[in-house]
T-cell receptor, first 115, second 116 residues
Framework: DAKTTQPPSMDCAEGRAANLPCNHS???????VYWYRQIHSQGPQYIIH???NNETNEMASLIITEDRKSSTLILPHATLRDTAVYYC????????????????FGQGTTLQVKP | EAGVAQSPRYKIIEKRQSVAFWCNPI?????LYWYQQILGQGPKLLIQ????????DSQLPKDRFSAERLKGVDSTLKIQPAKLEDSAVYLC??????????????FGSGTRLTVV
């Protein structure tokens, strides 16, 4: 089962910042938080990931709380092309040998950017 | 770098027929994943390979689904016989990682299967 909970949908005005929350209260100390998004008929697209510190790249910023029980993905200036389903994922150890990881997806948040 | 390649892009078959999907991961990526995504849901992990060995196939319906990754590069996922509920997008993903470290995962565009 997914270790994350997200609101099912959110709206954002074009040009404004989109702040997508995620709860992961059962996260373990060495488990990373990943964010992906999926635009209709495409495969999931990587956005950003982090462990403890806040992270920023050309697409977004990831803010992780100090206790690591929640995080927020920030799209600083949302455009209509950012309309998509956004998945917050905690990477968990794989079964079997257990020394690799796997991404277990939840339902995600459908972000609608409006003009 | 080239992405994860999948084929075919679309497939329509009748129930009880068989079908196979192909995936070519990013060069050098040791780990390969197959996911099933039913319309309106998040992707569900079916099987994970590390090189040419299976790491996790706990969610694979083994009575009808099979997968292999010969030589630790390309992979095929097969369904035989297909059921109506197998209609979904089948996604392949790969990653460099050979340990629980800091690395990313890249997904292909998927194969959309319709069973009629």
């Amino acid at each position: 089962d997914a270790k994350t909970t997200q609101p099912p949908s959110m709206d954002c005005a074009e040009g404004r910042a989109a702040n997508l929350p995620c709860n992961h209260s059962t996260i373990s100390g060495n488990e990373y938080v990943y964010w992906y998004r999926q635009i209709h008929s495409q495969g999931p697209q990587y956005i950003i990931h982090g462990l403890k510190n806040n992270e920023t790249n050309e697409m977004a910023s990831l803010i992780i709380t100090e206790d690591r029980k929640s995080s927020t993905l920030i799209l600083p200036h949302a455009t209509l092309r950012d309309t998509a389903v956004y998945y917050c994922i905690v990477r968990v150890p794989s079964g079997g040998s257990g020394n690799t990881g796997k991404l277990i997806f939840g339902q995600g948040t459908t972000l609608q950017v409006k003009p | 770098e080239a992405g994860v390649a999948q084929s075919p892009r679309y497939k329509i078959i009748e129930k009880r027929q068989s079908v196979a999907f192909w995936c070519n991961p990013i060069s050098g990526h040791a780990t390969l994943y197959w996911y099933q995504q039913i319309l309106g849901q998040g992707p569900k992990l079916l099987i994970q390979f590390q090189n040419n060995g299976v790491v996790d196939d706990s969610q694979l319906p083994k009575d009808r689904f099979s997968a292999e990754r010969l030589k630790g590069v390309d992979s095929t996922l097969k369904i035989q016989p297909a059921k109506l509920e197998d209609s979904a997008v089948y996604l392949c993903a790969s990653s460099y990682g050979q340990g629980f470290g800091d690395y990313g995962y890249t997904f292909g565009s998927g194969t959309r299967l319709t069973v009629v």
